[in-house]
């Protein structure tokens, strides 16, 4: 049962764009961009098309510890310029992000620069206009910076997630600003989609802890095998926060070209495979760590057979097929210390907290 | 003549919802040391915290104190192992002083503050220890949480990487002052 939490305040302000952005501002509700005024004509039509009663929680955001309501939730989508026809969309993500698994406490107050990522599968990929070819990560005209920035004005505004005061991050992130949402082109992959995977037969959301996005390169890529070992080398570097003795464990995130995932298909026809493959790969011999570091990284458990392990298991890492079709590059997305993923399927019953 | 447009007001939702805390009272002093039980809560991040608490531990029990370690878990997606779960409330219930760190970093200062609001709500006398870059975030933090005037002791930064010799330096150096923070009498 979703819990019910007080009705959001009400203010009479300007309707005026740029006045309005200006009173945002001086009350701490903004990030330096425009925002569209929420009146409360439009923040009721986000609300009705979330198929959730306003004051429905879809759960506890840290650290502030404050209920994050639906109506709270489509004030901060109103203001960051969102579709309201995403609004069932951005409930599940905040659903997910509020899972304990999710260790939000963690993410908003941390000195890394982790920001929350969301992958979207299925159908809802095309209702909600979320770009999974050229430019899926950034850059392709789409819903998807709105949707992001809107859940980043909540972590903001209702998550309490303040730059130099709630939040040490030392430099944040890019995708701190219009969130970093994204899907897969499963038409193209040659696996069931993430959410399948995950057990969501249909449109889902998967959010993931990560630290940015980084290139990997194969200019030659001529087997999967080859490509599979790119990857799994590149992931495995000694400055991951998986590899450092104050992490416990923490979960990869990887997005593959749909040209190489054919070719690495072809070597691994089961993700089992790819992601056993890039557990064995991603490691680092101890020797080649500074020897200030070593004895605490056999201490805490993470070193075996003389290399330091990125993961715990083949199924700390998690593999999806999008981009361009301009093939030659893969993006990790190094994963925060303990956490893990969490998926919610897009439906009103799937966001209500979980008991 | 020339007229200005006013700009148009109207009914806006509010988009913040930082919740207003009740105050909480003020932490109890530690009072008198001897035959006190004091925990030292320590975590899975920073090693110089351990050997910070080690050397204190020493000075405690020649202080006349006993000492109750425990370390705070990282429960895997299991959010009672997170909290602490059973094995922290046994520990709560083991001491009448409570000394929390280490804050020296923005997860595990969130952490530790979690704890030390636990002590606290237990009743129990709390400390924070955090190194000085990360004061404000423990401030900020355990108001929060209602506690306006969390009881913090401040160490220096960095601890992480320096020798084991000059961090049992600190740990004596800063000694007395934490005592005097958390309202602890030695004689």
């Not at chain 1, 037969?201 to 802890?209: P, Q």
Request: aromatic fraction near 6%; glycine fraction near 10%.
């Amino acid at each position: 049962m979703t819990a019910q939490t007080a009705v959001a305040t009400r203010l009479d302000l300007s309707e005026d764009v740029a006045t309005f952005t200006r009173e945002a501002l001086s009350r701490g509700w903004g990030d330096g961009l425009p925002l569209i005024p929420p009146t409360e004509e439009l923040v009721a039509e986000f609300v009705a098309s979330s198929g959730l009663d306003a004051a429905s929680s879809l759960g506890r955001l840290y650290p502030s510890g404050a209920d994050c309501t639906v109506e709270l939730l489509a004030a901060n989508a109103v203001m960051a310029g969102a579709s309201p026809v995403a609004m069932p969309l951005m409930a599940a993500m905040v659903s997910a992000a509020a899972d304990p698994r999710f260790d939000l406490a963690g993410i908003n107050t941390t000195t890394a620069s982790v920001v929350p990522a969301f992958v979207v599968s299925g159908a809802g990929r095309h209702d909600f206009n979320i770009a999974y070819r050229h430019g899926a990560l950034g850059g392709a005209v789409s819903a998807a910076p709105a949707i992001g920035r809107a859940l980043r004005l909540v972590m903001r505004n209702v998550a309490g997630q303040v730059s130099g005061e709630t939040s040490a991050s030392v430099f944040g992130n890019p995708a701190r600003v219009a969130g970093l949402v994204t899907a897969e082109w499963e038409e193209q992959s040659p696996w069931p989609s993430l959410g399948e995977r995950r057990g969501f037969s249909g449109t889902s959301v998967t959010a993931f802890g990560v630290l940015g996005t980084a290139n990997i390169i194969d200019t030659l890529g001529t087997d999967g095998a080859e490509i599979v070992e790119v990857i799994g080398r590149s992931l495995g570097y000694m400055g991951n926060n998986n590899m450092d003795k104050g992490s416990s464990f923490a979960h990869q995130l990887v997005a593959v070209n749909p040209i190489w995932a054919q070719k690495i298909h072809a070597t691994y026809p089961l993700m089992e495979d790819v992601q056993e493959r890039l557990y064995a790969l991603s490691t680092v011999r101890i020797e080649e760590f500074p020897a200030s570091m070593r004895d605490a990284l056999v201490e805490r458990g993470k070193v075996r057979d003389g290399h330091v392990w990125l993961m715990d298991s083949p199924s700390d890492v998690s593999v999806i097929v999008n981009g361009g079709t301009g093939n030659l590059h893969a993006v990790m997305l190094p994963g925060m210390s303990n956490l893990l993923p969490v998926t919610r399927g897009i439906s009103p019953a799937d966001c209500s907290p979980r008991p | 003549m020339t007229l200005t447009a006013m700009p148009r007001t109207a009914r806006m939702v509010v988009p913040s919802a930082l919740p207003e805390r009740d105050r909480k009272p003020e932490c109890i002093p530690a009072g008198h040391l001897k035959g006190k039980r004091v925990g030292l809560r320590r975590d899975r991040f920073w090693v110089s915290w351990d050997v910070i608490t080690d050397e204190w531990a020493k000075l405690l029990e020649a202080d006349g104190a006993s000492v109750v370690f425990w370390r705070a878990p990282i429960g895997k997606g299991s959010e009672a192992i997170a909290a602490g779960g059973a094995d922290f409330e046994e520990f709560l219930s083991s001491i009448d002083i409570a000394v929390i760190g280490l804050c020296n970093c923005g997860s595990c200062s969130m952490w530790a503050v979690h704890d030390a609001v636990g002590a606290l709500e237990q009743g129990l006398p709390t400390v924070v220890v955090a190194t000085e870059q990360f004061e404000p975030l423990v401030r900020t933090l355990a108001k929060q949480s209602g506690h306006l005037q969390v009881r913090l002791a401040l160490l220096p930064y960095p601890l992480e990487g320096q020798s084991e010799d000059y961090l049992r330096g600190i740990a004596r150096q800063h000694y007395s002052a934490m005592l005097d923070t958390a309202g602890a009498v030695r004689r």
